[in-house]
């Protein structure tokens, strides 16, 4: 009965977040940043016949890297924004009174929401990510080492951030939780740059920035796993030593520790969500 329930309300979720103005604004701006990709790469393209075969790599793979984490930030800002309205929506409008009025757990309502915001977020990135190799393929001819690897990584980070949001929505206004979202989003991303500069200059204050961040908040971590799965893998070598600190370069895949630690801290914000919506007054 409750595996039925979740079910039903992922596909709920699935459907409305089909009819969300979010998804139009999502399909916009993806379009566009595959249209600006398509140009810049063919105006890369048209320069490679003054690099030679390890620069034209390394330009295309770094170009890809940049374009990628374009691609994370609006999945990013969509499924923030999609994630918010969800419950912290439903419960001011009154219509999470009515579904929960059935002798139905809420526990199960939010799993629902969430296995079909994670639905949605992945086959967004998968779908999206897909478009971008085949631009990449077709204007330089070039194609990421691990691409699967990439996008699953890359879904794990909508995920992980999308449950973020479910969290904060079931104690702060739907705007605001998608603002807090992609702000720590945001602010993760750059403590992971200063981690890495401070690895160059063996700051070690510098560096333990990146590494706590990255703890408390995968996103980036998992980012920079992605990251590792589309470059070339000769690209470090080429880059040498100042790699450490690219913020569109990634020095080692990401160790099994840290993807079940990932896969730990999804599991554990998802349980405090649910007893925060559990507790919470409709």
């Excluded at 554990?268 to 919506?277: E, H, I, N, Q």
């Amino acid at each position: 009965m409750t595996a039925r329930i979740v079910l039903t309300v992922a596909a709920l979720t699935l459907h409305e977040a089909g009819r969300r103005r979010v998804v139009r604004s999502l399909a916009v701006l993806m379009v566009a940043l595959l249209a600006l990709s398509a140009w810049g790469f063919s105006l890369l393209d048209a320069e490679f016949g003054t690099f030679t075969s390890g620069e034209s790599k390394m330009a295309a793979s770094t170009v890809l890297n940049l374009v990628m984490f374009g691609l994370s930030l609006i999945a990013a800002l969509g499924t923030a924004f999609l994630a918010g309205p969800t419950l912290a929506g439903e419960t001011e409008s009154g219509i999470a009174l009515a579904v929960l009025a059935r002798p139905v757990r809420r526990s199960a309502v939010l799993v629902g929401k969430w296995l079909g915001l994670v639905t949605f977020g992945s086959a967004f990135v998968i779908l999206a990510g897909a478009a971008e190799f085949v631009v990449v393929r077709s204007t330089v001819g070039y194609w990421p080492p691990d691409p699967v690897a990439g996008l699953a990584l890359l879904a794990a980070q909508t995920t992980a951030l999308l449950t973020l949001g479910l969290l904060l929505s079931t104690v702060i206004s739907p705007m605001a939780s998608g603002i807090v979202s992609v702000g720590l989003f945001c602010a993760t991303w750059i403590a992971g740059v200063v981690g890495g500069v401070g690895a160059i200059f063996d700051n070690e204050s510098l560096a333990r920035v990146g590494t706590v961040s990255q703890v408390m908040l995968p996103t980036d971590g998992l980012w920079r796993g992605a990251m590792y799965a589309f470059q070339d893998p000769s690209l470090l070598a080429l880059a040498g030593s100042p790699a450490e600190g690219h913020p569109f370069l990634s020095q080692a895949p990401l160790t099994g520790a840290y993807l079940a630690w990932a896969g730990f801290w999804v599991v554990g914000v998802l349980t405090l969500a649910a007893l925060s919506f559990q507790r919470r007054d409709l």
